[in-house]
Nanobody, 122 residues
């Protein structure tokens, strides 16, 4: 069972930056795609960014150009660099792992989920 642990959330001013990290316990055949999702109060969870085994990335339009997803394979760690933060970026952020051949920003593409880390922009 793959375990994911997020860190790096917090409170930041509008226009500021944060970097989220996600420690991944192991890489398996069904966890080659890594992603970030977020959920704001009263809203559905939405995909933010994903990265596959070849380091190809996809982003939600709402964060493109401001957020960067990356990973360090040696450390089994996923990152999300968030710049130019806006109040609408306020949410609980989750990392998720899923099958590399189905690496898209949909909930059902991911088998494993972390507990989340809160980001508040004000």
């Amino acid at each position: 069972h793959v375990q994911l642990v997020e860190s790096g959330g917090g409170s930041v001013q509008v226009g500021g930056s944060l970097r989220l990290s996600c420690a991944v316990s192991e890489v398996r055949h069904d966890s080659g795609c890594l992603s970030w999702f977020r959920q704001a109060p009263g809203k559905e969870r939405e995909g933010v960014a994903a990265i596959d085994e070849d380091n190809s990335t996809i982003y939600a339009m709402s964060v493109k150009g401001r957020f960067t997803i990356s990973k360090d394979n040696a450390k089994n760690t996923l990152y999300l660099q968030m710049n130019s933060l806006k109040p609408e970026d306020t949410a609980m952020y989750y990392c998720a792992a899923g099958r590399s051949w189905y690496c898209i920003l949909r909930d059902d593409a991911f088998n494993y989920w972390g507990q989340g880390t809160q980001v508040t922009v004000s």
